[in-house]
């Protein structure tokens, strides 16, 4: 056991939670049963029963814990604070979509024991190197296989344990490197023997034929021999000596090649599979771009429904919802807001059977959560559906609950030419609803066909008025006669964000200013994208345009946003709760950046005179088509996707390019039968990109079924500019987003110019 492992199991906390405890799991205010928790042996699986569940019970690790929040932190609490007191909760937050877990302790000391210990080892699962992260990976196999926990494993119990792993191998070969580890001949191996017996299985022959081409004797990398890999396939910028020296410190396992300034092949595999070894490049984590043009000329992370955690029928409203996406580093929410029965406004989907919550609850929410993530400013997108005496109370709600926070006034009290920067608005929220005449003072007080399209074309809850026999025309009259009066108040709190129904491009461009945004249907932007693109790229040039899903989606599915951000669109609002392609290519652009929620568009989508059209970008002068060649070399300890024991997988990876009409393409290798664990390909796909700066590529592994559709294993997004060439690992990522580690795939990327 590692001198940490046993350091951590040393503390106070730690043994309150290894010697386990009774705590009350809590899911509703009727829903309250005590459960049985402890930490095991591991110290990285947290177990639990309820005592009269026979021998069910459930299990998490402590990698799948985001957070810990202390006290009456989540609705759930806040629903039981009577009952039971801050110093007995906590909650437990959950990495992607899982839901939350609300605990009550019997004693504030047995809370506060639980709290910390669980930070202890959240903090120490997230400053694991790579090393310490896969054998950590192995132990917890082991600790799995090793059923009558003796610490010991027979060679029957290992050849379960490589099925379980992902891995069918040749009985023999498995029977031979088992010998080889038994060092004692006793037939079974403990565990320092199955990590020495594990390293033997993922030897990787085709990294060692990588360090074969470079080393001189075969046993090492010389400073130079490093230097020369790092500047002809990894095409490093900062190729030089002393990034050689740096990579050595960082991953030379061995002290005597250290001091050589030499790097062996265990540091080589170190090095490859770390985040310097990564596709994406290192250089475009962080914060690296210009964030002082106006709002217009960035894409904004955004979501839609932003209250739901499931779908827009029956799905429960809640606060959680908008942390969650505000932590996925989104910057634009929506609230849909309907008159509550007691004067206070409620958030739901109007017309559905969705559950409610206080808009005030929402606010306060944003106040604590906006800006976690990003400093970088938060659009409050209102559907605003109340009477004009509850929208005094939103007003008051705003107003007070976020104080400075809310941007109310024009910046150094100048009527805009442009919208303001990202920079400029840092820690602010801004409003986007409708508002009376505009910032140049005018005393016009009326807000005529100012209504959002979303809003017109609706019966105010996202369903089409052609689509939607329940509702009478005359209510829908009255739900819009309603939306058009306007309480001064709210009113006041619109600066730079004012909704205004889109009366086409011409209009637009002599009528429209900076502060005015329009919401166009998925459907609409598509149709005009297709019949007016320059001029849809001029128009985002100068305001903001935010698309919504069709009302039609009632599963909270998503479209594909690509075609929005080709011609500009700067708020592109998914359902964030709805995991799949669409998020992933949401999260794939977003993740540059410092994953701060906002990314500058190409400069030919910010030049006022543009004419670039997404459906022809060859004629753009600018434009510099690529070659992208990818050699899908091998991967690493694939995800299994079915459970049942005996079941392996047959995986194929399948690489897809998605950016203007042009780029769209998919290629995918071979599958191969039944390993997950240690599967080689060596197949290379290509492709031809026009448009660079807006293509996204995304790695997909398939478990292949010729009798049906394939199974979804991982994958991994990235922004075509921020691939890094050479010899690279795509660490992949589930179905949520969430890291899968060690899932991963080798392979050699190379972009030229297509000449």
């Given at each position: 056991?590692?001198?940490?492992?046993?350091?951590?199991?040393?503390?106070?906390?730690?043994?309150?939670?290894?010697?386990?405890?009774?705590?009350?799991?809590?899911?509703?205010?009727?829903?309250?049963?005590?459960?049985?928790?402890?930490?095991?042996?591991?110290?990285?699986?947290?177990?639990?029963?309820?005592?009269?569940?026979?021998?069910?019970?459930?299990?998490?690790?402590?990698?799948?814990?985001?957070?810990?929040?202390?006290?009456?932190?989540?609705?759930?609490?806040?629903?039981?604070?009577?009952?039971?007191?801050?110093?007995?909760?906590?909650?437990?937050?959950?990495?992607?979509?899982?839901?939350?877990?609300?605990?009550?302790?019997?004693?504030?000391?047995?809370?506060?024991?639980?709290?910390?210990?669980?930070?202890?080892?959240?903090?120490?699962?997230?400053?694991?190197?790579?090393?310490?992260?896969?054998?950590?990976?192995?132990?917890?196999?082991?600790?799995?296989?090793?059923?009558?926990?003796?610490?010991?494993?027979?060679?029957?119990?290992?050849?379960?344990?490589?099925?379980?792993?992902?891995?069918?191998?040749?009985?023999?070969?498995?029977?031979?490197?088992?010998?080889?580890?038994?060092?004692?001949?006793?037939?079974?191996?403990?565990?320092?023997?199955?990590?020495?017996?594990?390293?033997?299985?993922?030897?990787?022959?085709?990294?060692?034929?990588?360090?074969?081409?470079?080393?001189?004797?075969?046993?090492?990398?010389?400073?130079?021999?490093?230097?020369?890999?790092?500047?002809?396939?990894?095409?490093?910028?900062?190729?030089?000596?002393?990034?050689?020296?740096?990579?050595?410190?960082?991953?030379?396992?061995?002290?005597?090649?250290?001091?050589?300034?030499?790097?062996?092949?265990?540091?080589?595999?170190?090095?490859?599979?770390?985040?310097?070894?990564?596709?994406?490049?290192?250089?475009?984590?962080?914060?690296?771009?210009?964030?002082?043009?106006?709002?217009?000329?960035?894409?904004?992370?955004?979501?839609?429904?932003?209250?739901?955690?499931?779908?827009?029928?029956?799905?429960?409203?809640?606060?959680e919802a908008y942390i969650k996406a505000l932590k996925r580093g989104c910057r634009c929410v929506e609230i849909d807001c309907w008159d509550g029965s007691d004067g206070e406004p409620v958030v739901y989907h109007g017309h559905t059977l969705t559950s409610k919550i206080l808009f005030r609850d929402v606010i306060a929410t944003l106040k604590e959560y906006s800006f976690k993530k990003s400093q970088f400013?938060?659009?409050?997108?209102?559907?605003?559906?109340?009477?004009?005496?509850?929208?005094?109370?939103?007003?008051?709600?705003?107003?007070?609950?976020?104080?400075?926070?809310?941007?109310?006034?024009?910046?150094?009290?100048?009527?805009?030419?442009?919208?303001?920067?990202?920079?400029?608005?840092?820690?602010?929220?801004?409003?986007?609803?409708?508002?009376?005449?505009?910032?140049?003072?005018?005393?016009?007080?009326?807000?005529?066909?100012?209504?959002?399209?979303?809003?017109?074309?609706?019966?105010?809850?996202?369903?089409?008025?052609?689509?939607?026999?329940?509702?009478?025309?005359?209510?829908?009259?009255?739900?819009?006669?309603?939306?058009?009066?306007?309480?001064?108040?709210?009113?006041?709190?619109?600066?730079?964000?004012?909704?205004?129904?889109?009366?086409?491009?011409?209009?637009?461009?002599?009528?429209?200013?900076?502060?005015?945004?329009?919401?166009?249907?998925?459907?609409?932007?598509?149709?005009?994208?297709?019949?007016?693109?320059?001029?849809?790229?001029?128009?985002?040039?100068?305001?903001?345009?935010?698309?919504?899903?069709?009302?039609?989606?009632?599963?909270?599915?998503?479209?594909?946003?690509?075609?929005?951000?080709?011609?500009?669109?700067?708020?592109?609002?998914?359902?964030?709760?709805?995991?799949?392609?669409?998020?992933?290519?949401?999260?794939?652009?977003?993740?540059?950046?410092?994953?701060?929620?906002?990314?500058?568009?190409?400069?030919?989508?910010?030049?006022?005179?543009?004419?670039?059209?997404?459906?022809?970008?060859?004629?753009?002068?600018?434009?510099?088509?690529?070659?992208?060649?990818?050699?899908?070399?091998?991967?690493?300890?694939?995800?299994?996707?079915?459970?049942?024991?005996?079941?392996?997988?047959?995986?194929?990876?399948?690489?897809?390019?998605?950016?203007?009409?042009?780029?769209?393409?998919?290629?995918?290798?071979?599958?191969?039968?039944?390993?997950?664990?240690?599967?080689?390909?060596?197949?290379?796909?290509?492709?031809?990109?026009?448009?660079?700066?807006?293509?996204?590529?995304?790695?997909?592994?398939?478990?292949?079924?010729?009798?049906?559709?394939?199974?979804?294993?991982?994958?991994?997004?990235?922004?075509?500019?921020?691939?890094?060439?050479?010899?690279?690992?795509?660490?992949?990522?589930?179905?949520?987003?969430?890291?899968?580690?060690?899932?991963?795939?080798?392979?050699?990327?190379?972009?030229?110019?297509?000449?």
């Open positions: 056991m590692d001198p940490e492992t046993t350091r951590i199991r040393d503390d106070p906390d730690i043994k309150v939670m290894m010697a386990g405890s009774t705590l009350r799991k809590v899911k509703s205010r009727s829903w309250k049963k005590q459960r049985h928790f402890r930490l095991l042996e591991d110290g990285m699986t947290i177990w639990y029963k309820s005592r009269w569940a026979g021998n069910g019970h459930s299990t998490f690790s402590v990698n799948d814990v985001e957070a810990v929040r202390e006290g009456h932190q989540s609705e759930v609490l806040l629903s039981i604070a009577e009952e039971f007191p801050a110093n007995l909760c906590f909650t437990l937050v959950f990495h992607g979509r899982q839901g939350n877990l609300d605990l009550v302790a019997e004693t504030p000391e047995e809370a506060r024991a639980w709290i910390q210990g669980v930070r202890k080892l959240v903090h120490r699962a997230q400053n694991m190197d790579e090393k310490e992260r896969l054998d950590q990976w192995v132990w917890d196999w082991f600790q799995k296989a090793d059923k009558n926990k003796d610490g010991k494993m027979t060679f029957k119990e290992v050849r379960k344990l490589l099925k379980m792993m992902n891995v069918e191998m040749n009985e023999e070969h498995a029977l031979h490197l088992f010998t080889m580890a038994d060092k004692s001949g006793s037939g079974s191996l403990e565990i320092e023997q199955f990590i020495f017996f594990y390293k033997m299985l993922t030897q990787r022959d085709e990294v060692w034929k990588v360090f074969q081409d470079y080393s001189g004797d075969g046993e090492k990398l010389l400073l130079d021999e490093l230097e020369s890999f790092l500047k002809v396939e990894q095409h490093e910028e900062s190729g030089s000596t002393q990034h050689a020296k740096e990579l050595i410190q960082k991953y030379e396992p061995s002290e005597s090649a250290k001091s050589q300034g030499a790097m062996s092949l265990d540091g080589f595999q170190k090095y490859l599979c770390s985040q310097d070894g990564s596709v994406f490049r290192n250089d475009r984590l962080g914060l690296y771009q210009d964030m002082s043009q106006p709002l217009s000329h960035y894409f904004i992370s955004s979501s839609h429904n932003t209250y739901l955690l499931e779908d827009q029928l029956r799905g429960h409203s809640s606060l400013p938060v659009i409050l997108s209102l559907e605003n559906h109340c009477g004009v005496e509850q929208q005094r109370v939103m007003a008051k709600h705003l107003s007070q609950i976020l104080g400075h926070m809310l941007q109310t006034t024009l910046l150094e009290g100048q009527v805009p030419k442009q919208l303001p920067s990202p920079q400029e608005l840092r820690g602010k929220i801004l409003l986007k609803a409708k508002k009376i005449g505009g910032l140049e003072g005018s005393l016009d007080e009326t807000v005529t066909d100012d209504l959002s399209d979303e809003e017109e074309m609706t019966n105010g809850d996202g369903r089409s008025a052609s689509a939607d026999n329940l509702e009478t025309l005359n209510h829908q009259q009255k739900v819009l006669k309603s939306a058009s009066k306007l309480s001064r108040e709210l009113s006041d709190l619109v600066v730079y964000c004012k909704s205004v129904h889109f009366h086409g491009f011409e209009h637009a461009r002599s009528h429209a200013k900076c502060y005015e945004m329009s919401s166009f249907s998925e459907s609409k932007v598509k149709r005009l994208a297709k019949e007016a693109g320059v001029d849809f790229v001029q128009y985002n040039t100068k305001q903001l345009s935010r698309i919504y899903p069709s009302g039609l989606r009632t599963d909270s599915s998503n479209f594909n946003p690509q075609d929005m951000w080709s011609v500009g669109c700067q708020i592109v609002a998914l359902n964030f709760q709805t995991a799949g392609l669409e998020m992933d290519l949401n999260d794939g652009l977003f993740r540059q950046n410092g994953s701060c929620g906002y990314v500058l568009k190409p400069d030919y989508l910010r030049d006022p005179n543009s004419k670039y059209s997404p459906e022809k970008p060859e004629e753009h002068p600018g434009c510099r088509p690529q070659r992208l060649s990818i050699q899908v070399i091998s991967g690493q300890q694939l995800p299994k996707v079915n459970q049942k024991e005996g079941s392996i997988v047959d995986p194929l990876v399948r690489v897809e390019v998605y950016g203007v009409p042009q780029d769209q393409a998919k290629e995918e290798t071979s599958h191969i039968n039944n390993n997950g664990f240690n599967p080689v390909w060596n197949e290379t796909l290509n492709f031809s990109i026009h448009a660079p700066e807006l293509a996204l590529v995304r790695f997909l592994v398939e478990d292949y079924d010729k009798a049906s559709r394939n199974d979804f294993m991982g994958q991994f997004t990235l922004p075509f500019t921020c691939i890094q060439p050479g010899y690279r690992h795509v660490h992949l990522l589930s179905k949520d987003g969430t890291a899968i580690p060690p899932s991963s795939l080798f392979v050699n990327i190379s972009i030229t110019d297509l000449t």
